[in-house]
């Protein structure tokens, strides 16, 4: 039996010009595998991995800032607990 797993990745230089790395894994195997749900997210999550080891070894921080996971916000607006709010009345 035999499986691919194919994971790309493209990112701007910021400066009008990609980088972008790409892995092809070919798995073969003798005996009968479950080729299941887990077995192929294991070897994405490998491709995946070696994909992006290879980008943030970039020159270009922009590039390497792109792989960085997305930071989320902080609270902005938050109401305190001992304000009584009434959804009847209008927000002004």
Not at 63 to 76: G, I, Q, S, T
Request: with cysteine.
């Amino acid at each position: 039996m035999r499986a691919r797993v194919v994971f790309r990745k493209q990112v701007s230089d910021g400066n009008y010009g990609t980088e972008a790395a790409e892995v092809m894994l070919d798995v073969e195997s003798d005996t009968d595998v479950d080729w299941n749900t887990e077995t192929v997210s294991a070897c994405l999550d490998l491709a995946r991995r070696l994909v992006h080891e290879e980008l943030s070894k970039s020159p270009s921080l922009t590039v390497r800032r792109a792989l960085e996971p997305p930071k989320l916000p902080k609270d902005y607006a938050t109401v305190p607990d001992d304000v009584d709010v009434d959804p009847e009345d209008p927000p002004f």
